[in-house]
Antibody, heavy 123, light 110 residues
């Protein structure tokens, strides 16, 4: 059974960089047919897909994100550790959210999720 | 990008059926049969309950049924149980090679 787990600081100061890692167990991120995503949820709000990657291909970012957000996101992968990561620089209070990593199944759905990690941006 | 439109809340009594709608346009919900639904209990991660509009992952009861007509997808939960009380989100693949989620619907079991 594939399991995902997010890790990273729960508190980030404004203007700093938010860095999160998603560790995958029970399966390899290099297994063909799966994309690996980051999704966030503002407190009490809906979900927002940030982007995903395929291990042998390019990384995709949500084209509908606010340009100021899109320009600050970087997704990367470390296949040797079976992890992938999210970096969001120059954070503001608006980036306070629960951040989830998830696997995209072969039929355009998110079939496995991490538990999520709350990141608060505050001085 | 606006979220897919869902009712903010629905309610029903145990044993009854409720339907949650998910509406946007023909570049996402109406254009692809890649609508999925997620159940999210408070403080928990979302759980996939329907994908490809009508399919259920293994272990999801048949009480959860998805459908679609035009630009509106729907999730019907029949035989309501207390544990069904939760937030429900729909999600659709889009013509921009991305995903858009609904704003979420809070289901209350009376």
């Amino acid at each position: 059974q594939v399991q995902l787990q997010e890790s990273g600081p729960g508190l980030v100061k404004p203007s700093q960089t938010l860095s999160l890692i998603c560790s995958v167990s029970g399966g390899s991120i290099t297994t063909g047919g799966y994309y690996w995503s980051w999704i966030r949820q503002h407190p009490g709000k809906g979900l927002e897909w940030l982007g995903d990657f395929y291990f042998s291909d390019s990384t995709s970012y949500n084209p509908s994100l606010n340009p100021s957000l899109k320009s600050r996101i970087t997704l990367s992968v470390d296949t040797s550790k079976n992890q992938f990561s999210l970096k969001l620089n120059s954070v503001t209070a608006a980036d306070t959210a629960v951040y989830y990593c998830a696997r995209v199944g072969g039929w355009y759905m998110f079939d496995h999720w991490g538990l999520g990690t709350l990141v608060t941006v505050s001085s | 990008q606006s979220a897919v439109t869902q009712p903010r809340s629905v309610s029903g009594s145990p044993g009854q059926s409720v339907t949650i709608s998910c509406t946007r346009n023909n570049t996402d919900v109406g254009g692809y049969d890649f609508v999925s639904w997620y159940q999210q209990h408070p403080g928990k991660a979302p759980k996939l309950i329907v994908y490809d509009v009508t399919k259920r992952p293994s272990g999801v009861p048949v009480r959860f049924a998805g459908s679609k007509s035009g630009n509106t997808a729907s999730l019907t939960i029949s035989g309501l149980q207390a544990d069904d009380e939760s937030d429900y989100f729909c999600c659709s693949y889009t013509d921009r090679y991305s995903y858009v989620f609904g704003g979420g619907t809070k289901l209350t079991v009376l």
